[in-house]
Structures are given as structure tokens and as C-alpha cells.
């Protein structure tokens, strides 16, 4: 097996129950972060898109649900040591490890990335929108 096979997978043993909750609160946290991504780039986007006098009827919506979902990850999920885990599901990989060797029934296999690059893609792209988002307010409430 290659050294950084060993060092990049992390195998719960511990209880069922445990382990499932740690593995339901990095899913939680992943679906936060992908969550905003998407909202960001909905409300970044969608002005793009002809028409655009229609168009604030779907940004502000995305936006309003990015500011949600951004404020929720920072508060309760950014800095939690978990956000650097992801729970492995692939076949392919998970074959390759030696879960032959465990005895518990309930296994969770935890991938430690490297969230510095996805840290900065969310930060900035929820700042971006932010920005649009009250410049769009803006515009609506002065008219």
C-alpha cells in the first residue's frame, strides 16, 4: 500500500452510532459549502442570461439563500477541524484499503483533503455575490 494511502484515509471503529454522526455532520457541512457555491454562482450568473429585467426575480432569491447557507457554514462549520474530511464512498478506493483487518460491522472512511483551495473558491465567490447582492437591493429600493 503507498505511504500516502495510509496517511490520507482515516477508518472509524468506532461505535455505529458514532460513527455515523461524524460521518452526517461532515455530509452536513459539504452540502453547506456546495450549497453556497452553487446559490453564488446562481446570483453571479443569472444577470447574464437574457432577459434582464427579469432577472432579479432569480438572483436576489440565490443570493438571499447563499447569505443564508455562507453565514451558517462560517458560524458552525468553517473552523471545525471536520471540514478537512470528506466521507469516502467510492468502491474503487475503498477497495484498495485494508478494511479486512477491522472487526467492526460499521465503518466510516474519512479523506483528509487539502481545503485551503476550497476555502478561498467559497470565500470569494460569496464575497463577489454579497457585493452584487446589496448593489442589486440598492438599485431596486432607489428606484
Partial sequence: MPMNLVHTYLVSHTPGKVAEDFGRWIT???CLHKTTVLADTACLFTPLAPPLDYSHYISLPAGVLSQASCTLY???????????YL????AYRLSRLPLH????????V?????????K???NTIALAALVYYVKKIYELCAV
Fill in 120 to 122: 478561498r473558491l467559497h
Fill in 74 to 84: 462560517g458560524i458552525s462549520w468553517q473552523f471545525d477541524p471536520c471540514c478537512k
Fill in 87 to 90: 466521507v469516502e464512498y467510492d
Fill in 101 to 108: 483487518t477491522l472487526t467492526s460491522s460499521t465503518l466510516v
Fill in 28 to 30: 452536513v457541512g459539504n
Fill in 110 to 118: 474519512l479523506v483528509l483533503k487539502d481545503d485551503l483551495h476550497r
